[in-house]
């Protein structure tokens, strides 16, 4: 009983993490184009959509909602301004580290909230 109930709650913070992860980067997009740069809404929604629907404190989703952050903030900026030499996914993923400082500390800090806010609340 212990390995469906903990099944049940992977699927669960998965499914808060792809909610949250595909209105933060809608947002994010709409944002932007209103001409504000809010590059941590993506990764912070994922975490907080997986910790909304699971409650219970894990490290290990934390871990999972922060890389997944990272990617979903990289593939966020890449959607919204990719390199005007080569437009494709790899070949930004392969330069990402020329974008410009800020970006990259947004990307990063996206990842962090994702990560903070998918740890989930501390048992009382």
Known sequence: ?????RSVRV???ALGALAGGVVG???????????????????ALLG???S?????????????????ALLLGLLSEWRFA???KDASLGYFLSHA??????????????AALGG?????????
């Not at 944002?31 to 990764?43: D, E, T, V």
């Not at 903070?116 to 009382?124: D, E, I, L, V």
């Open 1 to 5: 009983m212990e390995t469906k109930q």
């Open 116 to 124: 903070w806010f998918g740890m989930g609340k501390p048992a009382n």
């Open 97 to 110: 580290h020329l974008l410009r400082p800020m970006t990259l500390l947004m990307i990063a800090g996206g």
């Open 25 to 43: 980067f809608f947002l994010f997009i709409w944002i932007a184009r209103q001409g504000f740069y809010a590059l941590m809404l993506p990764g």
């Open 52 to 68: 909304l629907l699971d409650k219970q404190r894990s490290v290990p989703r934390a871990i999972a909602c922060g890389a997944a």
């Open 11 to 13: 699927a669960l913070a």
């Open 82 to 84: 990719p390199f005007i």
């Open 48 to 50: 907080f959509g997986s």
